[in-house]
Nanobody, 115 residues
């Protein structure tokens, strides 16, 4: 059984920063893929950032230059550093990992950016 737990969300003013964490536990040999998704009010879920087991990263155009995804393989933990936050970054941020060929999702953490 694999569990994924996000943390680090909160309320921040525009221009501020937050660091989200995604901790995976359970029967994990290696995490092949880790991604952060977000769903804003009345918006579809969108992929924000991904990182592979080799450390390759990719970002949505809307967050390039502001967000940084990273991971600590020893701790099975990933991070999303979010800088220069904007009100449109508001939403529930959900972590997804792929272990072998199985997807596991967390419950999400709320990020609210006030103007």
């Amino acid at each position: 059984q694999v569990q994924v737990v996000e943390s680090g969300g909160g309320l921040v003013q525009a221009g501020g920063s937050l660091r989200l964490s995604c901790e995976a536990s359970g029967s994990i040999f290696s995490i092949n893929f880790m991604g952060w998704y977000r769903q804003g009010p009345e918006k579809q879920r969108e992929l924000v950032a991904v990182i592979t087991s080799a450390g390759s990263t990719n970002y949505a155009d809307s967050v390039k230059g502001r967000f940084t995804i990273s991971r600590d393989n020893r701790k099975n933990t990933g991070y999303l550093q979010m800088n220069r936050l904007k009100p449109e970054d508001t939403g529930v941020y959900v972590c997804c990992i792929i272990v072998t060929s199985e997807q596991y999702w967390g419950q999400g953490t709320q990020v609210t950016v006030s103007s």
